[in-house]
C-alpha cells in the first residue's frame, strides 16, 4: 500500500514506524503536518491508501478524514482521550498503560478502535517512557492495524470496546503539575517532574526566578545540612543542582528559564549555581547507593577476563564541551584499568546525539560565540573519538541501547564493535543540521565499514537506519536483543566471551596492526584536519545554514515545509490530479 505519513516531526517514533512498515513492503511518504492545505495537497499528490498519523499536535482536517481512511496513534489504553495521557498516566501512578490506534473522526480520539497493545508502565521519565515503551507498542499496534485494513476488517466503535477502562482527560495544567515543596515528599516531587519530562516541564522556580524544571533523579545521601529547609537548592554536582525536599533531596538535571530554552540547570543559573557547595563523587566507579552520576564506570569477572562497563548518562544524549573532556578523562582512566573489554554503554534513552547544540545556543545569550563554542564542542569531541580509537590493549564495543544520532554514531564507530538493540534508531549523517559537514574521523571510519560509494549514500539520503538495517549496510556489527534488560545482559555475556576468548591476543595485536596500517596509508590527524577546515566553514564562513538550523532546533520552531528527501510525493514529477 502508499501509506502517507502525517507527523508533526520526524521523531525517532515516527521513523520506527516508517522503517517498520516500509519493512512490509509499504511505501512510505511523510508529510509534516504544517497547515490544511499543506496536508491536503499531500495527500493529493501521493494518493495515499492509507493515512497514518504518529504524532500530531493538532486535528486532522475533516476534507482529510472524510475520504480517507486516517489511522492516528495514541499514547493511551483503549476509551482514553486527551492530550496529556502519559502525562496523567504517570502521575497517576498506573500499572498498566498502551497505545491505541484509532480512525480519526470529527471528534479527538474518539474514532473507532483498529488496534491496541499494552505495557506495563515503569516509574520513569515521560519522554523515556515516550522512546521506549510507547514507541515499541505503537509499533505493534499500528502494524496490527495495518493488515486488518489491508484484509478489509472493519475497526471497533469505542463504545463496543469490551472493558474500555480509559476516559477523557483534560490538558493537564501546571497547576496540577505543581511542586509543593513544604508537603511533597521526594517520591512525589520525582513523580511531578518526570511525568513532565521532556515536554513541557514542571513549573517552578530557582533561586526565586520563575522558570521550567526537568531531568529529576533521586538522592540517597545528601540532604544540604540541618539548616537547608525544603526547596532550597544546597549545592551543585557537575550540571545538575541539589534541592531539598521535605524527607531529603533530589538532583535537577536541566531546567528552562522564561523565554529561554532548555539547559543543563547549573547553566541556566550559572551565576547563582557557582555560589553553592560542590558535592563532587569520588572518582567514576558506579556510586553505591542512589544519586546523579553522570558518568559512572563498572567491572566484572576476574583479572584474567575482566571486562569494563563505561556509562555515561547525558540527558537527551546531548555531549558538550565539557562533557567529551570529562568522558574522555574517564575512558583514558579506564583503559589504564586492568580490563581486556571496555563497554561504552551511552545512556538508557540515548546513546549519544552529538555536540551540544543548546550549550552552544547558549554561548549567544552570553554575548559569547556561538561558533568558538561549536568549535571547542567539535574539537573534544574528536579527541573523545581519537581516545577510543587509540585503544590498542582492548577490544572496545559500543553498545546502543538507545538511539544514537549525528556525532554520535561516528563515536559509536569509533569502537571496534558497534552492537544496537533492536528498536534503536540511528541517524548517522550530520546535513540535517544546516548542512553540516560532520568530524569525529567519519571519513576515516564510515568508507572503511561500507565503501566510499556506501558512505556517500548515507551521508547524502539522510535516511535513518534500524538497528537491523544498520547491520545489513555494515555500519554496526550486530542487533541484539530488542529487550532492554535482555540487551544488557546479552551485550554483557558477549563481551565476556570476547575476553574470555583463547584468541584475545592475536585479536588485538591484529587491531594494532591495522591501525598501524592505517596510521601509515594517512594519518588520523590528516583525516581530522580535513573534516575541521569543512567544520571552519560552517561554523566561521559566509554560509549561515547551520547557525540558523541550530537556532530554530533549539527554540523547536515550527517546521515550514517538509524536506525533499522524505516527502517523496513532492519528487519531480508527481503532478496534484484535475
Ligand atoms: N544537542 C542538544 N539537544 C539535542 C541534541 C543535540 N545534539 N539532539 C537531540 N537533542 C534534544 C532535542 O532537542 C529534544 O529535546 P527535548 O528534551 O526538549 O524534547 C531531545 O533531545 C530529543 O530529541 P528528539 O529529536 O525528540 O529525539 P528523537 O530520538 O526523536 O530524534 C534525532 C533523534 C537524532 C533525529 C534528533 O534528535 C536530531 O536530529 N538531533 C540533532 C543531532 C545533531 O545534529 N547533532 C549535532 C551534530 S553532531
Known sequence: MRIL???????????RLGAALQGCGH?????????????????????????????????????????????????????????????????????????????????MDAGPVWATAKFSLRAAK??????NEVTQAAVTAVLQAVERYAAHELPTPLADWPGARGRLRPLMTQTERAIDWQQDDSATVLRKIDAADGFPGVADSLFGIPCQIFDAWPEARLHGGPDAAPGDVVARRETALLRRTRDGAIWIGHARREGDFKLPATLAFAAEAAQLPDAPLAGWARADHATWQDIAWEESGSDENAVGFLHFEFYNGAMSTAQCRRLREALAWAKARPVRVIVLQGGA???SNGIHLNVIEAASLNDGSPADESWHNINAMNDLALELIDSGKQITIAALGGNAGAGGCFLARAADLVWARDGVMLNPHYKNMGNLYGSEYWTYLLPRRVGDQGARD?????QPLTAQAAVGTGFSDACLAGDAAAFRTDVAR???????????????????????????????????????????RNFYGFDPSYHVARHHFVRK??????????????????????
Open 5 to 15: 505519513l502525517l507527523t508533526h516531526a520526524f521523531n525517532s517514533l515516527t521513523q
Open 557 to 578: 520552531s515550527l517546521a515550514s515545509w517538509t524536506p525533499r528527501h522524505l516527502a517523496r510525493h513532492r519528487d519531480l514529477g508527481w503532478t496534484v490530479p484535475e
Open 27 to 107: 511505501e512510505i511518504s511523510i508529510e509534516f503536518d504544517i497547515a490544511d492545505s499543506v496536508a491536503e495537497e499531500a495527500v493529493a499528490l501521493f494518493r495515499p491508501d492509507l493515512i497514518v498519523a504518529p504524532y500530531l499536535r493538532r486535528a486532522i482536517p475533516a476534507s482529510i478524514w472524510r475520504r480517507h481512511v486516517c489511522l492516528v496513534v495514541h499514547p493511551g489504553i483503549v476509551g482514553d482521550r486527551g492530550p496529556s495521557a502519559l502525562d496523567w498516566a504517570l502521575l497517576e501512578g498506573a500499572a498498566e498503560w498502551g497505545v491505541t490506534v484509532l480512525q480519526a473522526e470529527a471528534e
Open 126 to 131: 515521560k519522554s523515556s517512557i515516550y522512546r
Open 349 to 351: 534513552d540515548f546513546w
Open 458 to 462: 548515507i551521508m547524502r539520503n539522510r
Open 494 to 536: 558477549r563481551a565476556m566471551e570476547i575476553a574470555s576468548a583463547p584468541d584475545l591476543n592475536e585479536r588485538l595485536a591484529a587491531k594494532r596492526e591495522r591501525r598501524a596500517r592505517d596510521e601509515a596509508e594517512k594519518p588520523l590527524a590528516a583525516y581530522r584536519a580535513e573534516e575541521l577546515a569543512q567544520m571552519r
